[in-house]
């Protein structure tokens, strides 16, 4: 069946704009994650979205993050007033139920540069 | 807090050989530790996991992990190594009671040499 999917899969944007990234998690997956991979940070959680429970943000960096997941399936990432630091690539993961013993299964990310 | 640590910034090794990329954590409760792997410009593939029961686990691509409770490891291992195996490897730890997120260690890049 189809996997995670991601748009765009790349971006590139100048400094102090506003990007959002798309996530479509596997169909019927209740639970989705959004992490961040970067080369100083290396691979960062950000958000997860279990059902219709209040996500828990506890990752995300500053508040110019913001997430959303619409209708239980598809999320967006949104980052307002983008710095350099932001550059990095956004990893999309969804599981099954949000549960400790099950496996998460990730998109092929968003490349994000901030110029 | 938990942690993960992966000791080595890249392993080499001949095709045919043995291949381990070591692992090790630190967590209060009872962890639940992943693999997975990456390929350039992919996202990461699950490649096994340990929640409980046998403290060897196998996965795909003929990986396996030794859970090692005293020693707080989970070694990932491979008898024989194949070229199409170099790629980034994570570890990865999560605690139900911490919430769902992984916490992942730093990646070891893998190179197995023709």
């Known amino acids: 069946g189809a996997g995670v999917s991601q748009s765009p899969s790349n971006k590139v944007t100048e400094k102090g704009k506003d990007v959002e990234l798309r996530c479509d998690p596997i169909s019927g997956h209740t639970a989705l994650y959004w992490y961040r991979q970067s080369l100083g940070q290396g691979l960062e959680f950000l958000i997860y979205f279990q059902g219709n429970s209040a996500p828990d943000k506890s990752g995300l960096p500053s508040d110019r993050f913001s997430a959303e997941r619409t209708g239980g399936s598809v999320s967006t990432l949104t980052i307002q007033r983008t710095q350099q630091e932001d550059s990095a690539v956004y990893l999309c993961?969804?599981?099954?139920?949000?549960?400790?013993?099950?496996?998460?299964?990730f998109g092929p990310g968003t490349r994000l540069t901030v110029t | 807090a938990q942690s993960v640590a992966q000791p080595e910034d890249q392993v080499n090794v001949a095709e045919g050989n043995p291949l381990t990329v070591k692992c090790t954590y630190s967590v209060s409760g009872n962890p639940y530790l992943f693999w997975y792997v990456q390929y350039p410009n992919r996202g990461l593939q699950f490649l096994l996991k340990?929640?409980?029961?046998?403290?060897l686990v196998k996965g795909s691509y003929g990986f396996e992990a030794e859970f090692n409770k005293s020693q707080t490891s989970f070694h990932l291992k491979k008898p024989s190594a194949l070229v199409s195996d170099s790629a980034l490897y994570f570890c990865?730890?999560?605690?139900?009671?911490?919430?769902?997120?992984?916490?992942f260690g730093g990646g070891t890049r893998v190179l197995v040499k023709p």
């Open positions: 993961a969804s599981s099954l139920v949000a549960l400790g013993n099950t496996e998460q299964y």
């Open positions: 990865a730890v999560r605690i139900q009671a911490a919430g769902n997120k992984l916490t």
């Open positions: 340990y929640i409980t029961g046998d403290n």
